[in-house]
Every structure is written in structure tokens, then in C-alpha cells.
Nanobody, 123 residues
Framework: QVQLVESGGGLAQPGGSLRLSCLASGNIFSINAVDWYRQAPGKERELVAGITSGGSTNYEDSVKGRFAISRDIAANTVYLQMNSLKPEDTAVYYC?????????????????WGQGTQVTVSS
């Protein structure tokens, strides 16, 4: 099986920074596309940033120039560096990944979600 665990959330002041991590564990063969989503109270979950298996990245317009997604392939970890934080960035942040893992009999590719990490931006 595969588990995704996010960490790094917390309280930040406007203009501050946080770095979120998404660690994938299990008998992983490869991590394919990874996306970061967020969900604010009363709002739908929205895509914030993504990185493909080839390393291409994309960002939601409101975070372009402030957030950066990156990965450490050897560590099975994807990061979201968040700078110049604004109160409207307050949300629970989730990572979502397409992961291929070895069941012992065959390789299986599935889509997985982490449990989320709270980010609060407030003075």
C-alpha cells in the first residue's frame, strides 16, 4: 500500500513563508504526477500546484510567483514552498499523487491523497 503524509503546516504571518512536505511511503516503484490542493472553510477544494514525472510544473494563478513546487525523487518527497503568504492562503493543504507500487506480484498504479495539513495566515 501507499501512504502520503503532509507536514509543515502551521501559523504564519502575512508576508511570511512556510514549506510543506508530502512524503510517500510504501513499496514504491515510481511517483508520477503530484499535485497540491487546498480547501478553505466553505469552499471547494482547488488545485494549487502540480509537478509531472518529467518535472514540469504548473500553478494556480493566485499563487504564481509566490509558491514553488519541487521534489526529491530519492526521498519520495514533494515540497511546496510558500512565500509572501496572504490571509486568503489559509486552508487545509492536501497532496495528491499518482504512484506506482510493487504489490509483490505486479506493479499497480493508483491515485492517493494525504490527510492534509492546516495552514493559517494571520497577524
Amino acid at each position: 500500500q501507499v501512504q502520503l503524509v503532509e507536514s509543515g503546516g502551521g501559523l504564519a504571518q502575512p508576508g511570511g513563508s512556510l514549506r510543506l512536505s508530502c512524503l510517500a511511503s510504501g513499496n514504491i516503484f515510481s511517483i508520477n504526477a503530484v499535485d497540491w490542493y487546498r480547501q478553505a472553510p466553505g469552499k471547494e477544494r482547488e488545485l494549487v500546484a502540480g509537478i509531472t514525472s518529467g518535472g514540469s510544473t504548473n500553478y494556480e494563478d493566485s499563487v504564481k510567483g509566490r509558491f514553488a513546487i519541487s521534489r526529491d525523487i530519492a526521498a519520495n518527497t514533494v515540497y511546496l514552498q510558500m512565500n509572501s503568504l496572504k490571509p486568503e492562503d489559509t486552508a487545509v493543504y492536501y497532496c495528491n499523487a499518482e504512484v506506482t507500487w510493487d504489490t509483490g506480484d505486479y506493479l499497480y498504479t493508483g491515485n492517493y491523497w494525504g490527510q492534509g495539513t492546516q495552514v493559517t495566515v494571520s497577524s
